[in-house]
């Protein structure tokens, strides 16, 4: 047997292995809380990358993860195929004949009017923002529109306003309605433009900057309120071209770019500070014309059937927004172009097909009927029914695609050559579709957008993973620093003293800290609040992931009580220590005092006038009455609002308001109506003036008349001893006189009594009684027995009457004897006393009527003693009082009626009547 023989096996041979990821999460940085720090991480790797992921603290919790998938292909487009969201694709003009908007791709303004040469068109147009549902913690900043703007016929300028609109449905649409009326627009201005016409041989693009309305609008489709994602713009535009009856402007392809602030990282189709809604890579489109022979800027392809049936136009990108839609080292497999289309009717004609020859163009160089540039795709057609198309353009676009961004050439285009075979049709809103490929192998950059809501040193890993499943990390140190929080200015401030101050004031932290506020008012008080971030309690450190940044308003209320400028210090620290301060002023302005309305008043002349004021200051101020009578005293009295002294130059801690009450008296002597004046004045001079009046009333002199006689009356009495005899002397009832007789041993005359001056009131009946009263003398032993008695009248000039009666005890009867005199008067001088009181210090005149047909007499007393009391003399003697002494004599019996008139020289007049007893 043959030996067996082994066979041979050959050993096997290991594979080299693919060499794993090498992670590097790129240099350290230090950024400020509440900005974005850019992580630069990259990665090589000996084959195909699948991930990215971001720890951006190292906590064991990736954040965020980038998928890479090289081997899938993914398509971009760049431009809008959303009608609702290509803005220059859904315009609406305004027509008044119909009061409706309507479709249009672009919009005109025509100058019509010869004289002003200006024509208004207003339309609208409209943006889906639903997209920014995915941007849950971003904040726009600033929005503005990007109109691209035609100008034919020379149009030399036009004025645009945008206005907000409001959701508003009509028949046939779900769009919103712009608030315009028929008059011109009306609605909310949130931005204005005016631009010069230039005969710009390329494009000509106007940027109107929104203001802070449309960015809120904005922002309340973030945060979800209203619900609705439509935000529309009104446009406004107005064709100026003064001497001419013409020209007009197209303006088209509108659309909206808005900058956002955010706080977590990108997506890959959010690249950028900005996105904008609209048609912003949409291709710019040019019309060709041959005279002369040039393109120009336009917003649709148009064709129509004439003796010539051919259009030539082409459409550019910038190929930087291509690469920004790009990852770094993306492989280009394939270009299409896509366009909306739209017939319309021409004499009942529609376009039935129409045919495209595409080719490339730089933005020097357009092509001719020969054919310039690269053939990308034959003719084309495309039918009544198709809205859209799309056709590949081959690899001749796919090569120039990929060189322009391979050398970073500026431009890239694709021109056209339309036909129609009738009618006429609109073409626009050119858009470009690239489907690409991520390369594998080699090096890849990974990035990352993370923004910190606090201070602090955190540390960043960067994990990457390839296709294979292996895997390498990498760190980096992101410091971030605090910064103090921003105060929105206030101030300065002014308020009346006296009066409320409120106050409030908006900070901003760019990150999460907790803010205080204090408020430190000069010679006031000082507040202390806090805001939480989280709005529970202290902010914990650090804390990156509370909101950021966080915006604080704080209100306090003060009241100063006297003025002056007052500083205002407003201090807001985070809770990292970081202090921004403001200092402003309040500045109280002083008010003058009021006074509490009295008056006008009134008083008798010589009766004492007591008037009693309150005045009150809304501040702390010391209050001076300064009172001014007419023809009276004046009287300065000051009240301090402490109770002790004057108030100092600033004391806004007083009492206030501060009320003062002051009083003053006066006695006016004359009437008249009297001004009187109240002037109240605070410290700081501030017065309020206070006029009323004083009607004194004229009021009549009271008068009283004396009239009588003074007369002698003698008693004599003879006979019986030791009996008397009483004389009374009665006038009106009152005895004026009395004597009493005690018959003694001896000489009658030298008993006798005899009454001087007896004063008897000549307007009551003067009596004599003479008494005899026996039973009560002494008893002598002798009862009985006469004693005869005389009485002697003796009147001033010497005139004597005597009376005589014999008393006997056996004729009681005659022991009361009375008689009366008043019939001796004649032919008397009577004595006549006139009393007058006037309680003003006017002028008395006495007028006496004697009632027996002789003259009166009269007379004036002047109150000063010199002449006549002036029309208003309050400061005479008064009261002002007259005794005037008359006499007068009657030469027969009769009673006699005395009239005494006194008047004032007011006018006021008294009269006394009294009767003269002459019988």
Not at 856 to 861: L, P, S
Request: with cysteine.
């Amino acid at each position: 047997m043959e030996p067996e023989v082994e066979e041979e096996v050959e050993p096997e041979v290991e594979e080299d292995p693919v060499s794993g990821p090498v992670a590097d999460a790129g240099p350290d940085q230090t950024v400020n809380e509440g900005d974005v720090a850019n992580l630069n991480g990259s990665a090589s790797t000996g084959t195909n990358l699948t991930s990215f992921e971001w720890d951006y603290e190292s906590d064991g919790t990736y954040d965020y993860i980038e998928s890479l998938s090289p081997t899938t292909d993914k398509t971009i487009q760049l431009g809008s195929d959303n009608p609702e969201r290509a803005g220059h694709a859904m315009g609406y003009s305004y027509r008044s004949s119909s009061n409706r908007y309507y479709c249009y791709a672009s919009y005109y303004a025509y100058p019509y009017d010869r004289t002003s040469g200006t024509y208004e068109r207003r339309g609208w147009t409209t943006f889906d923002l639903s997209d920014l549902t995915e941007w849950s913690d971003a904040t726009a900043v600033s929005a503005k529109l990007l109109i691209h703007n035609y100008y034919r016929y020379y149009a030399k300028e036009l004025v645009f306003t945008a206005l907000t609109t409001t959701p508003y449905d009509y028949p046939g649409s779900t769009l919103s309605k712009v608030i315009f009326d028929e008059s011109g627009p009306t609605g909310t201005e949130i931005g204005s433009y005016v631009g010069t016409a230039t005969r710009d041989t390329t494009r000509h693009t106007i940027e109107v900057d929104l203001n802070s309305n449309a960015v809120t609008a904005i922002n309340s489709v973030l945060s979800g309120s209203p619900t609705y994602y439509t935000f529309g713009i009104g446009i406004y535009v107005k064709s100026i071209h003064p001497g001419y009856s013409y020209g007009y402007a197209r303006w088209m392809d509108i659309r909206l770019v808005v900058t956002f602030e955010y706080s977590s990282e990108l997506t890959e189709t959010q690249s950028g500070n900005g996105i904008a809604f609209g048609d912003d890579w949409t291709g710019r489109l040019y019309k060709y014309r041959t005279n002369p022979t040039r393109y120009y800027p336009d917003g649709y392809m148009y064709v129509r059937k004439y003796s010539y049936y051919e259009y030539r136009n082409f459409a550019q990108w910038e190929v930087d927004k291509i690469a920004d839609a790009l990852p770094s080292g993306a492989e280009i497999k394939a270009v299409a172009l896509r366009f909306n289309h739209q017939y319309s009717s021409q004499s009942n004609n529609y376009v039935y097909q129409m045919e495209y020859d595409v080719k490339t163009v730089t933005p020097d160089q357009a092509f001719t009927d020969a054919g310039d540039g690269t053939q990308y795709a034959g003719p084309h057609s495309v039918s009544s029914s198709d809205s859209e198309y799309t056709w590949d353009l081959g690899a001749g676009a796919v090569s120039d695609l990929q060189n322009a961004l391979d050398n970073n050439i500026e431009i890239f285009g694709i021109g056209f050559i339309t036909t129609s075979t009738s009618g006429y049709s609109y073409n626009y809103g050119p858009r470009l579709v690239i489907e690409w490929k991520a390369p594998g192998g080699g090096a890849l950059s990974g990035l990352a957008r993370h923004t910190y809501g606090d201070n602090g040193v955190y540390t960043v890993t960067l994990r990457v993973t390839d296709e294979l499943g292996q895997t390498d990390t990498d760190t980096c140190v992101v410091t971030v620093l605090n910064v103090v929080p921003s105060i929105v200015p206030i101030g300065p401030f002014t308020v009346n003293e006296g009066s409320p101050l409120s106050l409030s004031a908006t900070s901003t932290d760019p990150g999460s800290d907790d803010l205080t506020f204090l408020w430190e008012f000069e010679l006031g008080p000082t507040y202390n609040n806090v805001y939480y971030n989280d709005g529970v309690g202290p902010d914990p450190y650090p804390s990156p992931e509370g909101t950021y940044p966080f915006t604080a308003s704080d209100s306090v209320g003060h009241t100063y009580g006297d003025n002056a400028v007052y500083r205002l210090i407003l201090t807001v620290t985070d809770d990292d220590g970081g202090t921004a301060t403001l200092t402003t002023t309040v500045t109280v302005v002083n008010v003058a005092p009021t006074i509490i309305p009295f008056g006008p008043l009134a008083i008798n002349e010589g009766s004492p006038l007591s008037i009693t004021a309150m005045s009150t200051d809304p501040g702390s101020d010391d209050l001076t009455f300064d009172w001014d009578l007419e023809l009276g005293p004046t009287a300065t009295n000051t009240y301090y609002n402490d109770g002790l002294g004057p108030d100092p130059p600033k004391s806004p801690w007083g009492t206030f308001p501060f009320t003062g009450t002051d009083s003053i008296g006066h006695t006016y002597g004359d009437n008249g109506v009297y001004a009187l004046t109240l002037t109240v004045t605070d410290d700081d001079g501030a017065s309020t003036v206070y006029t009323t009046t004083i009607t004194v009333y004229n009021v009549n002199p009271s008068i009283a008349v004396e009239a009588y006689i003074k007369m002698n009356f003698t008693l004599r009495v003879s006979g019986e001893k030791w009996h008397n005899v009483e004389l009374y002397v009665i006038s009106g009832g009152t005895v004026t006189g009395y004597a009493d007789v005690l018959r003694m041993p001896g000489d009658p005359d030298d008993q006798s009594i005899k009454l001087v001056d007896v004063k008897c009131d000549v307007t009551n009946t003067i009596g004599l009684r003479v008494l005899y009263t026996p039973f009560d003398d002494v008893i002598n032993g002798q009862i009985n027995g006469a004693d005869p008695a005389w009485v002697t009248i003796q009147f001033e000039n010497g005139d004597e009457y005597v009376f005589d009666n014999t008393f006997n005890y056996q004729h009681p009867d005659r022991w009361d004897w009375n008689f009366g005199i008043n019939r001796y008067l004649v032919g008397q001088e009577l004595t006549f006393e006139g009393h007058a009181t006037d309680p003003g210090s006017d002028d008395l005149t006495f007028d006496w009527y004697w009632g027996d047909g002789s003259p009166d007499e009269g007379a004036t007393y002047y109150n000063d003693g010199v002449g006549a009391d002036p029309a208003k003399s309050p400061d005479g003697t008064f009261p002002f009082s007259i005794d005037e002494l008359r006499t007068h004599t009657y030469w027969t019996n009769a009673n006699f009626p005395l009239v005494l008139t006194v008047s004032d020289d007011d006018g006021g007049v008294t009269a006394i009547v009294v009767i003269i007893i002459i019988i």
